[in-house]
């Protein structure tokens, strides 16, 4: 990120997770601290996020209920910020 941004543009797909085809061990926990982490450094910074949803990883065996539990994540994280 340069000095002086203005915006954060935050790609938050879950093709990482292990059970969207993503590593083994890379779990909805690490998602959790992972999105923690994208919240404080931004607030830090007092930087405002957009973030994208990315990716349906229906092709992985997740059901659509399980794509939106973890996108939830994301959400969740965002939900809790307080925005600059």
């Known amino acids: 990120m340069l000095e002086g941004s203005e915006l954060l543009s935050y790609n938050a797909g879950m093709d990482t997770h292990e ?3 993503g590593l083994k061990g890379i779990t ?6 992972r999105e923690a982490l994208v919240v404080r450094w931004a ?14 990883y229906m ?4 059901s659509l209920e399980g794509v939106a ?15 600059p």
């Open 43 to 56: 607030t830090e910074r007092n930087i405002p996020v957009l973030f994208a949803l990315a990716g349906g």
């Open 19 to 21: 059970k969207a085809g």
């Open 69 to 83: 539990r973890l996108h939830l994540e994301t959400v969740r994280a965002f939900a809790e910020w307080d925005t």
């Open 28 to 33: 909805s926990a690490m998602i959790r601290q």
């Open 59 to 62: 092709w992985s065996g997740l």
